[in-house]
């Protein structure tokens, strides 16, 4: 069984998402400031949506 990557909206959505999540979580870590937590949260839902979106045009298929 072969699996697809995300392409178009569904892979800018996947990789920002990912970026805004990773680079928050650790300036939050760095500068003991846990409101950036909040835009982790923000950068792991747009990351979800991102999945998601990518599913729902392979017909489901994770």
């Known amino acids: 069984m072969s699996?697809?990557?995300p392409?178009?909206?569904?892979?800018?959505?996947?990789?920002?998402g990912s970026l805004a999540a990773i680079?928050?979580?650790v300036a939050s870590i760095v500068a003991h400031d846990h409101r950036l937590m909040?835009?982790?949260a923000a950068g792991f839902a747009?990351?979800?949506?991102?999945?998601?979106?990518h599913a729902r045009r392979n017909g489901g298929a994770a």
Do not use: D, E, P
């Open 3 to 5: 699996t697809q990557s």
């Open 7 to 16: 392409s178009g909206l569904a892979l800018v959505l996947v990789l920002c």
């Open 23 to 25: 680079a928050s979580s």
């Open 38 to 40: 909040g835009i982790a």
């Open 46 to 53: 747009v990351q979800f949506v991102g999945w998601k979106r």
